[in-house]
């Protein structure tokens, strides 16, 4: 004899099916929002790299300027502090390394690849 629920009783809840289907649509959308994030972060420390290397490269012409030197003169670290925000020289937020090279070739990092430079 099977036991009937009577008619004015609503049933209630999810089935196993509607609730795994919402699941899988919320794992979905964070693949998606994870993915975006990615790869802002990744963009965004490509601009703070690229203008980091701005930075050194001013830098470098007020160093050229204040001591007379010439396009195949090479500055230190230490001679653009005086120069660069706050005395320091800044550093990659991915944790490359800037080679400043003399004044007539662009500072690069060696974990992104070289900016264009700016036209004036
Ligand atoms: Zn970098």
């Known amino acids: 004899m099977k036991i009937q ?3 004015y009783i609503r049933a209630t809840g999810f089935t196993l099916v509607e609730i795994m289907v919402v699941i899988a649509i919320i794992g979905m959308l964070m693949g998606v929002a994870t993915l ?3 790869k802002a972060i990744s963009s965004s420390k490509q601009k703070i790299c ?4 701005e930075a050194i490269e001013q830098g470098k012409q007020v160093w ?3 001591n007379k030197k010439g396009d195949n003169d090479a500055a230190s670290e ?3 502090k005086g120069h660069l925000k706050n005395g320091v020289f800044p550093t990659c937020p991915s944790g490359g390394t800037y080679t400043i090279n003399a004044n007539n070739v662009r500072a690069t990092c060696s974990k992104h690849t070289a900016a264009s430079a700016p036209t004036p």
């Open 78 to 80: 230490d001679d653009l």
């Open 50 to 53: 690229d203008m980091n290397i």
């Open 5 to 7: 629920t009577p008619k």
């Open 36 to 38: 975006g994030i990615g």
């Open 64 to 66: 050229s300027l204040e």
